[in-house]
């Protein structure tokens, strides 16, 4: 069983940070491609951001390039997104997603709102 929890989201002002925290269980976690995730309401879920499984490589959407950091620590089995200048467009339920070698899975979400 592919199993992840996101935990890290609330609330917080324009311009302010956050760090989400994806912990990982029943899978090579080392292994496996992690992503990140988010769905505002009435939108389509989106890529935010992906990391392989060494971690050398990421990859971001544009939205969030030069304020998001995606990163890993496989001996924790834990992948973070550092959320830096955050803005009210930033608002959505934020997923953990990780691709194992033999299956998908998906956290509850975590959600994360930007607002004055």
């Known amino acids: 069983q592919v199993h992840v929890v996101e935990s890290g989201g609330g609330l917080v002002q324009p311009g302010g940070s956050l760090r989400l925290s994806c912990a990982a269980s029943g899978f090579s976690f080392s292994s496996s491609d992690m992503s990140w995730y988010r769905q505002a309401p009435g939108k389509e879920r989106e890529l935010v951001a992906r990391i392989s499984p060494g971690g050398g490589l990421t990859n971001y959407a544009d939205s969030v390039k030069g304020r998001f950091t995606i990163s890993r620590d496989n001996a924790k089995n834990t992948v973070y997104l550092q959320m830096n200048g955050l803005k009210p467009e930033d608002t959505a339920v934020y997923y953990c997603?990780?691709?194992?070698?033999?299956?998908?899975?998906w956290g509850q979400g975590t959600q994360v709102t930007v607002s004055s």
């Open positions: 997603k990780a691709v194992s070698p033999l299956a998908i899975g």
